[in-house]
């Protein structure tokens, strides 16, 4: 299969791109100069996309501002990027014979910016609740995105992320933050890639959204219970995690167990299941010391 690919510069679509090899012919376009291969450009220029779609039977669109650039981004570009810039690309698409269009969507949809503060068990019909324009962005784009599907002979899905991670940063750079994020709301960013994948090739119909999360395997109750012991609770499902948690110098907290979201739709719709998962995160960190300079800009990470 033929895919476009934008953002193929960033987090996802590097990942995508490796994932990928040998599997479909993927074009990728990326604002950002630096992978080879990789057509420079705005996926919102029209005059580079036409001629970059030809032949494509899907779309993945990663591209976007995020999280990371709220501080030099106005509102309106946030509007005007992800949400015009995401129905021209839509439009484009169509009119160029694009049978499948992948949105990049982002849990935050329904947790808020404050992953902390979140409580409550979410599936894909929780409703969402945008507490900045990013995730505001992402509401409209999922709204764009069924529209479209209903109007044109085109079909989507957003895949709402959890924070993407990528394992090198997680369990080297940052791991006391990042490692344990890997527990409820972290992905792995080749699972992540997959997802991606899977959405353009499996069989559906109109326009889906799916929760791209860790298997959570605890309750809301039990991690109400374990406000005062979380280490308890991890101890239950993954006996030995807590002492392994202490020797990498690394401290679970409360709401490192937040929040419950399932991801039975993944299951159901894409066959999806995070292969990368808690325990495999703890062995890469084992495995190779952490490194204390700044990190490589590349693994910065944003939601
Ligand atoms: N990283 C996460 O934790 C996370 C979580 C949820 C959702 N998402 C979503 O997944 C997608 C990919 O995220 P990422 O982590 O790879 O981000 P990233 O910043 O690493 O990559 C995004 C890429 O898009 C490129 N880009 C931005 N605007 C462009 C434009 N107009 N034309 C061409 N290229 C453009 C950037 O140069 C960058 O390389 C985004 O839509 C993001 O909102 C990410």
Redesign the pocket.
């Known amino acids: 299969m033929k895919i476009l690919l934008?953002?193929?510069?960033?987090?996802?679509?590097?990942?995508i791109l490796q994932t990928a090899e040998g599997r479909h012919e993927v074009v990728g376009?990326?604002?950002?100069p630096g992978v080879p291969g990789v057509h420079v450009?705005?996926?919102?220029?029209l005059s580079l996309l036409g001629p970059l779609l030809e032949g494509c039977s899907a779309v993945i669109?990663?591209?976007?501002?995020?999280?990371?650039?709220r501080c030099d981004h106005s509102r309106t570009e946030f509007l005007e990027?992800?949400v015009v810039?995401l129905q021209r690309l839509l439009e484009e698409s169509v009119r160029c014979g694009v049978r499948r269009f992948v949105?990049?969507?982002?849990?935050?949809v329904l947790t808020g910016r404050d992953w902390k503060a979140t409580t409550g068990t979410f599936d894909e019909s929780s409703p969402p609740q945008p507490t900045w324009i990013?995730p505001a962005t992402?509401v409209f784009g999922e709204i764009l995105c069924d529209m479209m599907s209903r109007e044109e002979s085109i079909e989507t899905i957003a895949l709402?992320?959890?924070?993407?991670?990528h394992r090198e940063e997680a369990t080297r750079h940052r791991r006391e933050i990042l490692l344990p994020q890997i527990i409820a709301r972290?992905v792995d960013h080749l699972d992540?890639a997959e997802a991606a994948l899977l959405a353009c090739e499996r069989p559906y119909c109109g326009f889906r959204i799916v929760n791209i999360a860790p298997e959570n395997p605890f309750s809301q109750e039990e991690i109400d219970r374990a406000r005062h012991e979380p280490l308890a609770l991890l101890e239950k499902e993954w006996p030995g995690s807590s002492a392994r948690l202490e020797a990498l110098g690394i401290t679970l907290r409360w709401d490192d167990l937040w929040p419950a979201i399932t991801t039975r739709a993944a299951a159901q719709v894409l066959g999806w299941r995070p292969r990368i998962k808690f325990p495999d995160y703890l062995r890469f960190a084992e495995d190779r010391p952490p490194v204390h300079h700044r990190p490589a800009a590349?693994y910065?990470?944003?939601?």
Do not use: M, P, W
């Not at 376009?29 to 950002?32: E, H, L």
């Not at 949105?103 to 935050?108: D, N, P, Q, V, Y």
């Not at 709402?160 to 991670?165: A, E």
């Open positions: 934008t953002g193929a510069a960033g987090k996802l679509g590097r990942a376009i990326d604002s950002r450009g705005s996926c919102h220029d669109h990663a591209a976007a501002l995020h999280g990371g650039q990027a992800n810039g949105f990049a969507s982002s849990l935050e990013y992402k709402r992320y959890g924070r993407i991670l972290g992540a590349q910065q990470t944003v939601t």
